[in-house]
């Protein structure tokens, strides 16, 4: 016999949980599907084990795609404080970190137990593969699963996206959309590390583990966040940020000591000073970085402060503040924290995350061209869109 529901929900993850609990406590009968044998995988990995479950300043600004506006009525219908008063009804402790972005207190599991209480009322196949998807006539969709066949007035695809394809990332909510005819954003990897040809970063490969304070911009967009050298290239919460409005090809411009007019301060302490041009540029960058800068300059890292030209040090300064690199590439979805692209937002009604093609086929979360900052800000996606589509349904 055929399983019947109102709303089938392939996708366990933050989006796919989230919108089936809510959808069942307003009375849908839904049935939720993962291929996965442990669930909510992501959500456990995240935030070092305590989940960056939502950030408090969660708002339009904090995302973009291919319509940066798509977002705003989701958002709007389910904020950060909304999410946060259901972690206090299950009395999650908590805590802000840096910047807005809330964590558990202890671990991230406690997250994963809230959504699956709060799916108290849905019914699982898990893990369980879905293999078909077709609409039958006006009656809604039927799916071919390991479980058997399943009827479904309406269907919510929350498979998520690319990155961590070891827990079971995969391109099937995005192969489905093309099945029906809907455009994909090509997806790349996001909020990801960045890299250099090899031999050109060979003199900064040494400094792998330096981090620091810096400024990063792409075209328009800046980042004033930490920087962390790698042996391949460039890390930390800066580049991370970044790494969402890079493109092949594109340079990055580097302000190593934001704020700081390196150049003039340099030669305002040069007259009397008995300091070395390597002690005093390391009293603004770490020293390991300050050698490798000066060196790389083809300056005497221990020549006399009041020796250097003042020339040569507003050249240096500037240079600090300037640094354009182009990188070669991402490391790639191994080390991505998101996926960047998916379901083309002109496809989707913003209200109800509705296909306008195909009405009763809905797609939330990570699946959608809608990318969020480093911070929090991709789960409260997930949970804005999945209770978004769940009203409507």
């Known amino acids: 016999m055929i399983e019947t529901c109102d709303v089938a929900v392939i996708g366990a993850g933050a989006a796919g949980m989230m919108c089936a609990g809510v959808a069942a406590q307003r009375g849908r009968r839904v049935v939720l599907i993962d291929h996965a044998r442990r669930i909510g995988e992501k959500i456990r990995i995240s935030g070092g084990g305590r989940c960056n479950f939502t950030n408090v300043d969660a708002g339009l600004q904090n995302y973009h795609g291919r319509d940066r506006k798509f977002a705003r009525d989701a958002l709007r219908g389910y904020t950060p404080r909304d999410f946060v008063g259901l972690v206090r009804r299950h009395r999650i402790g908590f805590h802000e970190k840096h910047r807005g972005q809330l964590f558990c207190d202890d671990s991230s599991q406690r997250i994963v137990d809230l959504l699956r209480a709060e799916c108290s009322g849905v019914r699982w196949r898990q ?81 792998a583990g330096v981090s620091l304070p810096a400024r990063v911009r792409c075209g328009e967009q800046a980042f004033d966040e930490d920087l962390l050298f790698t042996h391949r290239g460039l890390s930390g919460p800066a580049i991370l940020q970044i790494s969402s409005f890079w493109d092949s090809g594109r340079a990055l411009q580097l302000d190593l000591a934001p704020g700081a007019e390196l150049g003039a301060a340099l030669r305002r302490i040069k007259s009397g000073s008995r300091a070395t041009l390597l002690g005093a540029l390391a009293q603004a960058l770490p020293r390991r970085l300050a050698q490798a800068w000066v060196e790389q300059h083809g300056l005497d890292a221990h020549a006399r402060l009041a020796e250097c030209a003042d020339a040569r040090l507003r050249d240096l300064g500037d240079a600090l503040h300037a640094w354009a690199l182009t990188p070669t590439g991402s ?52 949970w804005a869109s999945a209770v978004a589509a769940a009203r409507a349904l």
């Open 331 to 382: 490391e790639g979805w191994r080390k991505a924290e998101v996926m960047r692209g998916g379901v083309a937002t002109d496809e989707l009604d913003p209200r109800t995350l509705q296909a306008h093609k195909v009405p009763g086929l809905h797609f939330i979360g990570e699946v959608v061209d809608v990318t969020g900052w480093l911070g929090g800000y991709n789960f409260q996606w997930a």
């Open 127 to 207: 893990p369980c593969r879905v293999h078909a998807l077709r609409r039958e006539g006006a009656e809604g969709f039927a799916l071919d699963t390991d479980h058997g066949g399943l009827r479904a007035a309406r269907v919510v695809v929350a498979t998520g996206g690319l990155p961590v394809a070891q827990i079971g990332a995969s391109d099937w909510g995005l192969r489905l959309a093309r099945q029906f005819g809907l455009d994909v954003v090509a997806p790349q990897p996001a909020l990801v590390p960045l890299r250099f040809d090899p031999a050109a970063w060979a003199p900064w490969a040494a400094l």
